[in-house]
Structures are given as C-alpha cells and as structure tokens.
C-alpha cells in the first residue's frame, strides 16, 4: 500500500493509481483520519529509509506534508462540524447520540496525536456565531405572526411588543439557549474527558457519568498504550482552560443578547408610562433567575449581569407593591374600631401552615376543594387563641405576600426586607397612636378607650410577634449571608413591639390605680363591713378581670393583676397609716374591722381565672 500512494504522489500515471486514491477516500469518509495520517507517516519512513536518494521521489516529501496538512484541517473542520450540528439536534442529548460521539473522540484524539492543540479556538469561534444565530432565529420565529404598525427594525418590533408577549418572548429565548448552554456543557465535560486522557492521568468520575457505556468504551479504545502522554502538562493545563472558557464566553454571549431583551422591555415601560404588571414581572424574574442559576451552573461563575438588568423594574415594582400595601393598612387603622373581628377560614388555614413552616407560595395557596367553613370568633396560632382586629388579618397576608416577594424576586431581597419591616413597624406605631394614645377618640370617634381596647390590641401586636420567626427564616434564606446584619431590623421591631405591649399591660393596671384611689381614699375602719368602699374595688377589680379573661392569654393576665393586687396593697396600707393600724410585727388580718375588709377582698378574688397565686403580696400587709 505505501508504494501504491508513493506510485501515486510521484507520477500520478502509475497503474496503481485507481487502487491507492479508493484507499485514502475511505479512511476520510470513515473519519480514521489516525490511519490517513499514520499511512503518511508510514510513507515518509520508507521514503527517507529505503528510496532515499531516488530522485524520481524527490518531491513526494512535499506533497505528504501537504497532504498532512489537508488531513489536519479535515479533522479540526470535521470536528467543529459534528460538534456543532449536534448542538443544534434539538430532540435528543449529545449522549444519546452514539455515532456523532464516538467521531467526536476519534477527531480530537486524532488532532492531540498530531500535536494540534489550537483546535478550540475555532471551536470557540464558531460556538460564539451560533450562540448569536440561535437567539435571532427564536426571535424571528416568535415575532413571525405578530402584526407591527409599519416597517419596524428589530430593536423596534421588540420594543414595541406587549408585556405578556415580550415575557412569553423572553421565555422562549431562555428555553432555547439553556437547551444549547446544557448540550455545550456535555461537550465541554467530553473535550475535557479526551484531554485528560490523551494527557494519561485519570478522567474524574463526574465527567464520565454523563456519557454511555458505549461512549467510555470508544474514549479507552483511542489510548495508545505505546505512548505515555500526548500531552504536555502546561498544555494539559492551557486546553482544559480553553474549554472551560468556551462554555464561559457562550454563557457571556447568551446573557448580554437576553440583556439586550429586557432592556428593550424596560424602555417600553419607560416611554409610555406603563403600569408595572406583578405578575409579568414575577414570571420574568423567576425565567431570569432559573437562566442565571442554569450559567452559574456550568461555569461556576456568577450570572450577575442578566440579574442586575432587571434591578431597575424589579426596584419599581416593589415600590409599587409596597405602596399599595402601606395605603391598605392606613385606611384600615383609620377606620378600626378595636373590636373582635371575625376570623374567616382562609385566615385560620393561613396561620396553620405557617406553624407548620410551610412556604410562602404554600401558605397563600387556596385548597382546591372550596371547603373553607364558617368564619371563627377568634385566631388560633399555635395552641393559642387570640382575638384580633381586622386590621391584623390584613397585616397577617401582607406579611406573607411579602415573603412570597422575596422569593420570587430575590434580587431585591434587601429592599423587601425594610419596606417588610416598615409596613410592621407602622402597624406597631399606629395602634399605639390610636389606642395606648387615644388617638381613637379624636380620628375614629370613640368615647373612650376601655380595657377591651387594650386587650385587643395586645393581642393583634402578640399574633405579629408570633409571625416575625418565621418571616424571619424566609428573609435568612433569601438573603445573602453578606447581608445577614440586616436581619437586626427585625429584632429592633420585636423589641419596639414588646415594648409596647408592656405599656399597654401598665396601662391596664394603671386603670386600677384610679379606682384605688378615689374609693379607698375616704375609708374608715368601721362598721358596717365589707364597707362601701371595699365593695366597690372588689367589684371594679373583678369587672376588670372578665373584660380581660376572655382577651388576655393566662400568663398575661396573672402579669397584669399581680401589679392590680400591689396597687391594692399601696393604697390600702396608705389608709391604715393615716389611721395608725400599721403596726411593727402584729397582724391586721386579725384586728376586727381591717381584717374583715381584707378578707372580704382577698376571699372575692381568689377565684378569678389565670390570676395566680397572691398569697405572697397580701400574707404581711401592714407590716412593716
């Protein structure tokens, strides 16, 4: 065969001509570009070896180089070829097409063989140019059927579209070109695969899992067990960089033409004032978010550029969303009555899950079987029952929807968070303003603030606090742990609130203080007893006490009257100085008259509810 192709190359009229042409034409049309060359190799011994100096000969040194030359542009073009229409095959995954792989191994051992380690780089050109016409072609074929006013140049027609078809644009796009990123990504790991093993060191076990036995199998075939390495180790070390910078610069390419999109997008809103439409805008975010994390994948690098094209709209529409539900809660405090507020089902079923830790999206979901019941009297939250406002059941899913915000735009998670802890944090200040203040009275029209005002509203501020752990694990989630500081905003809140609370349990007990006062204020120690005046804080204490026993939870309830039964020991030991019955160790239990009065009181109200024991503020009173 070697003396058939030097016949061949040297006179071209040699009779073994017809033989030696069919032989070459099938080593290329089978893609054994390794034998052609190894044939050429072959001929270039016996040429040097055995014919040298035969000058019939004499040019065929050229012509072999030239050949090789031929060869080596035959395998880099045939590679980019295969590779490339495989690429674009748009039904299957590369591993499943057997055929094109096992050429695609061939090729690149072929070129490593030869010392041909440039190959990526047109590759890398040639993937780049794809990337582009992939993204016109989709382009082009979504705006296929839509009507324009007039001739409109791209840019235009895309400017010019509607939000929910500029979105379905969009969606369309990604799909295509995260179907291309995924399939570069394949044949990424395979280049790197090849290289690694033409360099002889071992092919990590992640880049073999996405190929077929068949593919690993054609991979170990094409190892030469003559030859150590084909591969320099600073070459090994350039081409696996290449490779990797392949699939980078696509990545790069792909985000700056879906930027090139949504910027057109955005100056459509722009230019004619468009409302931002939430929906849209989520459904954009979560495509924007699912393509960056689908490049960050690949790469390892961060997608921040197509994240940061939408911060501008995403910056907007939280803005409005917050506005909106800032305007909800003012008009609500503004016209709150501060009575118990029926309790819908959806509500209840809203708390539930929140217990449950469920997420966001879960906790707003409505059950399909339409089953909700009959409104309640009360909230329950875990194990706990509340009376709440109509106010905080607003607060309650505006807490939620925010949440629900921060996932579906978490580029904007550190904006979330404040107008979160703002709408709160206004709640928390407006309920004080109205019903700790009496700010009631002048904006609502109440004659007065009562006990159950109060009570009430304690325990709409207590549902808040018992909502802020698990707003505060959505935020921890969503934010970047750079940016954890900014979950301080939400313990600031937690104390402003509880400390609001305590005022308001001061407040109760200051109610007292009052009565105290002005009835034991005229108290004599005399008969008749219990004396009237005895008889009256007895009865104001226990009206108290059934305006709360229903509102207060258990604890809150004993924390409130313990500061009621010490007001009652202040004033009342005030009158037994005034009368010279504090005495210095005796009792005045057992002095007649003071006795009976104190007994009548204490006796009354030992039996209220959840007051707790007071053995300790009453068993030395009058003593010193």
């Not at 030859?227 to 696509?250: G, H, I, K, P, Q």
Request: with cysteine; aromatic share 6%.
């Amino acid at each position: 065969l070697v003396i058939r192709i030097l016949c061949f190359l040297s006179s071209g009229i040699n009779a073994e001509y017809g033989q030696a042409q069919p032989t070459i034409q099938l080593l290329l049309s089978q893609s054994d570009f390794v034998g052609a060359l190894d044939l050429i190799t072959t001929t270039q011994e016996v040429l040097h070896d055995d014919l040298n100096g035969i000058k019939s000969f004499r040019h065929l040194d050229v012509q072999l180089c030239e050949m090789e030359r031929m060869i080596y542009n035959m395998i880099e073009a045939d590679f980019v070829k295969f590779t490339l229409s495989t690429l674009t095959i748009d039904d299957k995954t590369f591993s499943e097409i057997e055929d094109d792989t096992d050429r695609i191994i061939c090729v690149l051992f072929g070129l490593l063989r030869r010392k041909n380690v440039n190959f990526l780089q047109t590759y890398k050109s040639e993937s780049n140019t794809m990337m582009k016409a992939k993204i016109k072609q989709i382009i082009a074929e979504q705006l296929y059927d839509v009507n324009f006013e007039g001739d409109l140049k791209l840019d235009e027609q895309i400017r010019s579209l509607l939000p929910v078809t500029a979105v379905m644009l969009i969606e369309k796009v990604f799909e295509g070109i995260t179907k291309l990123l995924t399939k570069m990504g394949i044949t990424n790991k395979l280049i790197k695969c090849v290289i690694t093993s033409a360099a002889n060191k071992p092919v990590p076990e992640e880049l073999l899992e996405t190929f077929s036995d068949h593919a690993k199998a054609t991979l170990n075939s094409q190892k030469d067990p003559e030859v150590s390495s084909l591969l320099l180790d600073t070459d090994y070390t350039r081409m696996m960089a290449e490779s990797n910078d392949v699939l980078v610069t696509s990545c790069e390419i792909a985000q700056s033409q879906c930027i090139k999109i949504l910027t057109l997008r955005q100056q459509r809103n722009n230019a004619v004032n468009e409302r931002l439409d939430q929906s849209n805008h989520i459904k954009l975010s979560r495509l924007v978010e699912s393509f960056a994390l689908t490049c960050e994948k690949l790469t390892n690098r961060s997608s921040h550029p197509i994240r940061a094209s939408l911060v501008g709209q995403s910056r907007e529409l939280v803005k409005q969303f917050h506005q909106e539900r800032l305007t909800n809660i003012k008009l609500l405090l503004e016209t709150e009555r501060w009575v118990a507020a029926d309790v819908p089902a959806d509500f209840q079923r809203m708390v539930d899950n929140i217990v449950k830790n469920c997420s966001p999206s879960e906790v707003l979901a409505r059950p399909t079987n339409n089953t909700s019941g009959p409104p309640r009297s009360s909230l329950t939250f875990s194990g706990k029952r509340y009376i709440v406002t109509s106010t905080l059941l607003l607060v309650i899913k505006i807490v939620v929807e925010y949440c629900q915000c921060v996932v579906d735009i978490p580029v904007m998670s550190k904006d979330i968070l404040t107008k979160t802890v703002e709408n709160l944090k206004h709640f928390n200040e407006g309920t004080c303003h109205l019903v700790l203040k009496a700010g009631a009275i002048k904006n609502i029209g109440l004659k007065t603030i009562t006990a159950k005002h109060l009570g009430i509203s304690s325990q709409s501020l207590s549902v808040v606090l018992q909502l802020i752990p698990w707003d505060r694990n959505i935020f921890t989630t969503q934010l970047p742990k750079s940016q954890h500081l900014l979950l301080d905003q939400i313990n600031t809140l937690e104390i402003d609130i509880q400390d609001h609370m305590n005022q308001i349990f001061s407040k109760l007990i200051s109610i007292m203080e009052d009565v105290y006062r002005s009835n034991l204020h005229g108290w004599q120690p005399k008969p008749p007893t219990p004396s009237q005046a005895i008889t009256v804080v007895t009865r104001m204490t226990i009206k108290l006490h059934e305006a709360l026993a229903s509102l207060l939870q258990p604890s809150e309830i004993q924390l409130v009257f313990r500061g009621v039964f010490c007001l009652f020991r202040k004033y009342f030991e005030e009158q037994l100085t005034k009368h010279g019955l504090m005495n210095c160790g005796s009792n005045p239990k057992r002095h007649g008259i003071v006795g009976a009065e104190l007994s009548h009181f204490i006796d009354s109200v030992s039996y209220l509810e959840f007051v707790g024991d007071s053995d300790d503020i009453f068993h030395d009173i009058g003593t010193r």
